[in-house]
């Protein structure tokens, strides 16, 4: 398997640091307003990636934290004139709720303000090492103490612009802040430098490292973040372990509208909330994913109407592979269908091959379009059960990644039984004409779903796991 290394800009192989486990971390939104169509693509897209991990057996420990506090949460209280904390557990709600809708699986959801204790002792070992530095009530990390400023986002040191008023307490004007002064009528916390708050990029790596460790495979978010949020992520964090803490970055491209990136000046931020209620959460992971992660993908009311469309030509492809599995064969399978049969495991290959190239879903899902095609323009016309089984396990892989089927899914077959009774027949037959290569991959597809197939000299018969 290769993943594309924002570190470096070049594709590299996927070892993670233990053998089956992959921890990841993903920026999560802060929760000053309602969560929009970009921030679902990148929730989604990293959804794709892990669950396609567990396919592959991999124990995956998805962290993506709550930014509750912050200077654009502090300003919208201000503005709406309600408390700070009611703010940000409004958007927090409707947060994860909207994920829950979008079938995004995450393991761990950290609030920053529940970490406060976390954030003092992180700050307060960099200063201990050297690394940052207190001014005025706030902490500063001293970004001249890291040698490998700036290789993550490939910046200038003359761009090094946080974003972050120019004080003239900092020593360098690219510092930036991990503590913040409290100022009147803002939220603070009891410190050893005073009142305060956390600044944004110590969360990341304060929780991450809490509950991940100091060394992750994967640290996930849109590109946006690249600079200067991830590049000041690892700074810190990397000063303080002293060794490596991520080995593969990973960014998604941006949404655009119009051949435009969404932002508020534009008036173009269109609210996740309201494609989920118009298009519903399949169609919106469909589209988002027929895109590759690393692409910018385009929003048109068009694009998810064929979304929709294409969505619907797969489900129609599953209801014919039910019809012709719920019907008992009247012969064994002739030679068309071996070819067929064939056809169907090299497609079903061929999406385990593009998934495990950077995770090309794009490309995945043009496999399974040509899987749909194979059932309406040869199955459907068969009486070829084991083909069917084959195809629909292709599906069914295919779903478990994307999750965009799961009603289809969700039920038995009421003949299952009856079914596997005659796929075992089928077996046999070909176990005595001595085709092994497809009785293998029968056994194997069986097993994959549970049910395990027992050989002897007078045939087989089978049992659940």
Not at 136 to 157: A, I, M, R
Not at 211 to 221: E, K, P
Not at 237 to 251: D, N
Not at 397 to 409: C, G, I, L, Q, Y
Request: with cysteine; glycine share 6%; charged share 30%.
């Amino acid at each position: 398997m290769n993943v594309f290394n924002t570190l470096g800009r070049r594709i590299e192989g996927f070892v993670p640091y233990e053998p089956h486990t992959v921890k990841m971390y993903v920026c999560g939104p802060t929760v000053y307003d309602e969560v929009h169509i970009g921030h679902g693509r990148t929730f989604v897209s990293f959804d794709a990636i892990s669950r396609y991990l567990r396919t592959k057996g991999y124990n995956v420990i998805r962290v993506q934290n709550i930014t509750d506090i912050d200077d654009k949460i502090i300003n919208k209280a201000k503005e709406i004139g309600k408390p700070w904390n009611e703010v940000s557990e409004h958007y927090s709600r409707s947060y994860l709720e909207l994920l829950n809708s979008l079938k995004v699986k995450v393991d761990i959801h950290p609030k920053v303000t529940t970490h406060i204790k976390e954030i003092i002792d992180f700050v307060q070992k960099l200063i201990e090492k050297g690394n940052a530095y207190v001014a005025n009530g706030s902490v500063y990390f001293d970004v001249n103490t890291y040698e490998k400023y700036g290789q993550l986002s490939n910046v200038k040191k003359e761009e090094w612009d946080q974003g972050e008023e120019i004080v003239k307490e900092k020593k360098h004007s690219y510092d930036f802040a991990l503590w913040k002064a409290h100022k009147e009528g803002e939220p603070y916390w009891e410190s050893p430098w005073g009142k305060g708050r956390p600044g944004w990029h110590i969360e990341c790596s304060t929780m991450s490292t809490r509950y991940l460790g100091d060394q992750i495979d994967i640290h996930g978010g849109g590109m946006d973040l690249v600079f200067p949020h991830h590049e000041n992520e690892r700074a810190q964090t990397e000063a303080l372990t002293g060794h490596t803490w991520v080995k593969y970055w990973m960014h998604v491209a941006f949404l655009t509208i119009k051949k435009e990136k969404m932002s508020k000046s534009k008036g173009n931020i269109i609210p996740l909330k309201d494609a989920l209620n118009k298009y519903g959460p399949s169609t919106l992971r469909y589209w988002y994913l027929s895109s590759h992660y690393r692409n910018n993908v385009e929003y048109s009311e068009e694009i998810l109407d064929q979304s929709a469309k294409s969505l619907q030509r797969l489900k129609d492809a599953i209801s014919v592979l039910r019809k012709i599995i719920q019907e008992e064969p009247q012969h064994y399978a002739e030679d068309d269908d071996v070819r067929t049969q064939r056809e169907i495991v090299s497609v079903i290959s061929r999406f385990d091959e593009h998934m495990e190239n950077d995770f090309d879903t794009a490309n995945a899902l043009t496999d399974i379009h040509e899987l749909a095609s194979i059932v309406f323009s040869k199955l459907q016309y068969t009486e070829d059960v084991f083909g069917a089984l084959i195809a629909l396990d292709g599906f069914r892989k295919f779903n478990s990644v994307f999750a965009v089927m799961d009603e289809e899914f969700s039920a038995e077959l009421d003949q299952l039984a009856k079914v596997i009774d005659a796929v075992i027949e089928v077996r046999n037959y070909l176990r005595k004409k001595q085709m092994y290569d497809l009785s293998d991959q029968i056994r194997d597809i069986l097993a994959r779903g549970g049910i395990k197939v027992l050989d002897s000299k007078e045939g087989s018969t089978w049992r659940f796991q």
